[in-house]
T-cell receptor, first 115, second 116 residues
């Protein structure tokens, strides 16, 4: 069955420092992959998604992610973190290998930003 | 604008009572989903539907049921609420823009349920 692992439960970075959040998935074929962000007390917002093509995808708020099939990874990166990036981040993979199907989410990584 | 609406936003109930959480979307999309969010567990899929009269069990479906009688609504029912079902529940559907093959899973604002 498809699964998603986010190895880091909580990460703290300094404002202005670079960020990388890890995501590993278990899937037999090429998956649809997503990163969502949830600010405190808010709903979930899509940051970026990958299905095919260029393995480096750009998202909103200056985020990018790279799909590496050999490592079954889809890590999220940002070159310079802002205090407003403090939130919980979720990686997700599709359930059936088709667009528009149910997503399975990782347990999330909480990002804290120190000044 | 198209939207997805959940109600009630907050509910407190007692163990053993039946509870229904409503979800209504105006995206006119066939696919709808229910998730629960708990600290340390992220979002877990409860039930989902790919069209009218279609329902499927997700990762944590025990104690929950859904029905899909039209495109717009997917109510989630807890037949006999348990304290373990205290959680925040999110309904979701896909928003698809022309030319966007993947689409975006768009979430409602959530329903916070407390079972005492």
């Amino acid at each position: 069955a498809q699964s998603v692992t986010q190895p880091d439960i909580h990460i703290t970075v300094s404002e202005g420092a670079s960020l990388e959040l890890r995501c590993n998935y278990s899937y037999g074929a090429t998956p649809y992959l997503f990163w969502y962000v949830q600010s405190p007390g808010q709903g979930l917002q899509l940051l970026l998604k990958y299905f095919s093509g260029d393995t480096l995808v750009q998202g909103i708020k200056g985020f990018e992610a790279e799909f590496k099939r050999s490592q079954s990874s889809f890590n999220l990166r940002k070159p310079s973190v802002h205090w407003s990036d403090a939130a919980e981040y979720f990686c997700a993979v599709d359930l059936r290998g088709q667009a528009g199907t149910a997503l399975i989410f990782g347990k999330g990584t909480t990002l804290s930003v120190s000044s | 604008d198209a939207e997805i609406t959940q109600s009630p936003r907050h509910k407190i109930t007692e163990t053993g009572r039946q509870v229904t959480l409503a979800c209504h979307q105006t995206w006119n999309h066939n696919n709808m989903f229910w998730y629960r969010q708990d600290l340390g567990h992220g979002l877990r899929l409860i039930h989902y539907s790919y069209g009218v009269h279609d329902t499927n069990k997700g990762e944590v479906s025990d104690g929950y049921s859904v029905s899909r009688s039209n495109t717009e609504d997917l109510p989630l029912t807890l037949e006999s609420a348990a304290s373990s079902q205290t959680s925040v529940y999110f309904c979701a559907t896909y928003t698809g823009l022309a030319g966007d093959e993947v689409g975006e899973l768009f979430f409602g604002e959530g329903s916070r349920l407390t079972v005492l």
